[in-house]
């Protein structure tokens, strides 16, 4: 495992584990997933020195935060735990007391980054700041993070603090490259932290799925990357995927997670649905792209062009309600 090279308690591990899909009804994994196989993900994780694990209470309504609390029993030196608080109402009190289920639920005495899950459109920052000063003076928080916040909104939420916040996690991948604009450099020039979801697209990067193999459950339902159209409109992309992979004997995922981190200041936290894909992922973090593959990637990447916006969610809607075909 490679870890950040950044300036913190405890060592952050380039790829983590992201564990939305533990509890989860939408991911659609079942209960031999939530009461077993997340257990061994985990453990594994542990293992291969996996440090960073992510979840939110609201993956799940609490049960993500509660399986991953029993799944790390008490090995929890040197993990950097990270949950979210649904700044719903984000009054001091409430994050306080918000925090603290979060903590029961994950069996933790302190969490070691608590990160707004995303930006509140009408109450500022220095609200819920307030309540995250407080945390981190008690020492039930390490870091403050954000999550799906912009460069402009990371930094007033750094300015209510009054200290860094120390990481937004966001959107990153082959087929979401927007952080690269001004996310990536401000982490890079002020020793932050991008943490990368869905580094994988939800499983699109895998090359797994294509116009006629589509996954059936509710998120990737809901995910217009998942139309059969733009199925069809990524072959480019995986194909690209896999030339570098064929290099490297590694997957298409793996080359999708190595180019995410390939960034100094970007870890990926991606899902897993068995213990196979944990390892395989953990993999990823020894792999070093050229810089010849790096730009192929990025080629390809630019000439994906899906379908977005009204028309796709148009497509959405219908092949979820069944009225014509998506
Ligand atoms: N802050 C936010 O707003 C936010 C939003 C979304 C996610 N997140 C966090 O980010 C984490 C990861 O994002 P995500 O779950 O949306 O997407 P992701 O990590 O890109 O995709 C995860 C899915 O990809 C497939 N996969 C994983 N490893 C694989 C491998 N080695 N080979 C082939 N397929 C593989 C699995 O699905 P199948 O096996 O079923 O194909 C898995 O469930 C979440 O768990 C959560 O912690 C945060």
Known sequence: MRYLNVDTAKKISKI?????????????YGDSYADNVADAIVGR??????????TAEIYGYGRSERILGRALG??????????????????APVVEQRAVASANRLK???LDLYQVHQPNPVVRDGTIMRGMRALQQVGLVGEVGVSNYSLQRWRAAEHA?????LSNQVLYSLVARSPERDLLPYAESH???????SPLA???????YDRDHRPANRVRAANPLFLPENLERAEGLIAALREVADAHSAT???IALAWVIHHPSVVAIPGASSVEQLESNVAAAEIELTDVEYQALQAAAARFQPITGAAAWSRVARARFGRGTA
């Open 16 to 28: 983590g584990l992201g564990a939305w899909q533990f509890g989860s009804k939408d991911w659609g």
């Open 45 to 54: 994780a542990l293992e291969l020195g996996v440090t960073l694990f992510d």
């Open 74 to 91: 008490d090995k929890r030196e040197s993990i950097f735990l990270a949950t979210k608080i649904l700044p719903v109402l984000p009054v």
């Open 108 to 110: 933790a005495r302190w």
């Open 161 to 165: 603090l009054g200290s860094r916040v």
């Open 191 to 197: 020793g932050r932290v991008v943490i990368a979801y």
């Open 202 to 208: 939800q499983g699109l990067l895998s090359g797994r």
């Open 252 to 254: 298409p995922a793996q």
